[in-house]
């Protein structure tokens, strides 16, 4: 730097920018992640109704919010711990638009007699800070609760989580939500209270 009556002059300037320490997934040396192929699965409900969970795409937006929309106001509110009507375009943006460095959401569509399918459930998680656990958050439709959808997305999200190298899960649910609190423990979840919120 050069200082004169008339300012400061800056003759060169330089910046050195580290090579970011690799990793071991095949892409994480890009910025957006590829659509995940490998999750989409193709399998029957017990009553043989085709069923496909398969990882959530933007063009999903509409099937969605059709879905949210057909949600029971009490599954509404365990499942987004409040009351809610309708997704704001901030929350479907944020659940259809994946990071899937970071996030992962995997939907539930069943097939109807006309071939065409319709969503009844989203598992999702997304990776917390310390890139070792991640929080997840999953939802059936009132019409196919009691089928396996829940276990079959619990399962396939646990599956993608190991395979994106994480070593914890963990989810938020409320006391009430008995079904839910049962297809935790079936799965081998651990259960611990919250001791500033007894309704957790």
Not at 85 to 109: G, H, K, N
Not at 144 to 150: D, L, V
Not at 156 to 180: K, P, Q, S, Y
């Amino acid at each position: 730097l050069f200082a004169g009556p008339d300012g400061v002059l800056a003759v060169d300037a330089r910046i050195g920018i580290a090579r970011p320490p690799a990793k071991d997934g095949p892409y994480d040396h890009v910025a957006i992640h590829p659509y995940p192929r490998h999750l989409v699965r193709r399998e029957h409900l017990s009553d043989g109704t085709p069923l496909t969970i398969r990882p959530i795409r933007p063009e999903d937006a509409q099937s969605e919010i059709e879905f949210v929309r057909r949600l029971s106001p009490t599954a509404k509110r365990l499942r987004f711990m409040g009351a809610i009507d309708e997704l704001s375009p901030e929350m479907l943006a944020r659940f259809t638009q994946i990071d899937y460095r970071r996030e992962t959401a995997l939907v539930a569509m069943v097939e109807k007699n006309d071939s065409d399918e319709e969503q009844h459930g989203v598992a999702r998680y997304s990776i917390n800070p310390d890139d070792k656990s991640c929080e997840f958050a999953i939802v059936v439709s009132d019409q196919y609760q009691g089928q396996g959808i829940g276990t079959r997305l619990m399962k396939a999200l646990m599956e993608a989580a190991r395979d994106h190298g994480l070593t914890r899960i963990e989810g938020t649910v409320l006391r009430e939500n008995v079904n839910m609190l049962r297809l935790m423990t079936d799965l081998g979840f651990t259960q611990t209270r919250d001791p500033e919120d007894p309704d957790v």
